[in-house]
């Protein structure tokens, strides 16, 4: 993907429009007449990465950063671990993320203050899901129990009566498909979430292809975008997305995964063969790491700031100013 996007100055990258706030920015993007890809990331460096890559607007994914932190994806890291992630995804890019909030990671009042929190570093929006807690990643496994319809809209309630920027998004994400229940069931979980102030709907599933996506937005009114996942049915295109009505695409651990086969890759080659020389030609450089981050910046920062002598302002006579 290529941007048109420039880099700023400092540690930031992409180009946010001044008058719009975060959540202001990933409401245009999810109502575009092209499906807004949202790749999914996992720390600063891959923030920065997939922004400088072309992407408008960044996933927080609550698996790739349990995963990066060697936990699994079941609420074994706290919310304080997961936002702290997400602060250096915020502080290095200048484009919308949308974090992974899980279930909430309880009640209403934790969720709350999971959105207030998140809003407070910059997020533009959460998603929260409709499974128990503690929950269980949606792709591992079969006991995927949803909570009640209406506890889970007083969540989505207390989170967008909490919220203080008007244009923060609060996501509402149904596994009514991965607890293996009808379309229905998904419509009808979805539909009682936007009535309880969702600004958006993520329709999961775990098929093979967009089947059950498609079903439901054909049902679906469109009285807010749909967000899918599409990890499992990865061979629909977008414009096919597109036709169907979809407004947000998360590309949710593509990037992690490609990181992790890496990783390995050179771990197992360089304990093989005893040298790192044959590694070389396949990872980056440090020039590359260097060029990303904004080390030349820096030194430039560095002739300036580093030592400075004001001009002087006033003469000072007799010990007094004139």
Not at 226 to 239: G, N
Request: aromatic share 8%; glycine share 10%; hydrophobic share 40%.
């Amino acid at each position: 993907m290529t941007t048109s996007e420039e880099t700023g100055p400092g540690p930031t990258t992409g180009q946010r429009p001044s008058s719009m706030s975060p959540g202001d920015q990933l409401r245009r993007l999810l109502v575009d007449d092209t499906p807004c890809v949202l790749m999914g990331v996992h720390d600063g460096l891959s923030a920065r990465i997939a922004v400088e890559e072309g992407f408008r607007a960044l996933w927080a994914s609550g698996l790739c950063i349990s995963t990066a932190l060697g936990v699994r994806d079941s609420d074994e890291a706290s919310w304080t671990q997961l936002l702290n992630s997400v602060e250096s995804m915020v502080d290095n890019t200048r484009v919308p993320v949308l974090v992974d909030g899980d279930t909430g990671h309880g009640n209403f009042n934790t969720a709350r203050r999971f959105a207030s929190r998140a809003e407070r570093i910059g997020a533009a929006g959460v998603c929260f899901e409709d499974k128990t807690f503690p929950k269980m990643n949606s792709f591992f496994g079969v006991g995927h129990e949803l909570v009640p319809i209406a506890e889970f809209c007083g969540k989505i309630k207390a989170c967008k009566d909490g919220q203080q920027d008007p244009g923060f998004v609060v996501v509402a994400r149904t596994e009514a498909f991965i607890a293996g229940q009808p379309v229905e069931e998904a419509v009808a979980r979805a539909e009682a979430y936007a009535a309880a102030g969702a600004d958006a709907i993520f329709v999961h599933s775990r098929q093979p292809t967009a089947v059950e996506i498609a079903a439901f937005s054909a049902r679906w009114h469109g009285r807010v975008p749909i967000v899918i996942a599409p990890t499992t049915y990865h061979r629909t295109t977008l414009d096919e997305f597109r036709q169907i009505g979809v407004g947000g695409v998360i590309w949710a651990n593509q990037s992690m995964r490609a990181a992790f086969s890496a990783m390995r890759k050179a771990c197992r080659d360089m304990r093989s063969s005893g040298v790192i020389s044959g590694v070389e030609e396949e990872i980056a450089s440090l020039k590359e790491v260097f060029a990303l981050l904004g080390y030349e910046d820096l030194e430039r920062e560095e002739r300036r700031y580093a030592s400075f002598d004001p001009p002087v302002l006033s003469t000072v006579t007799g010990g007094n100013a004139p």
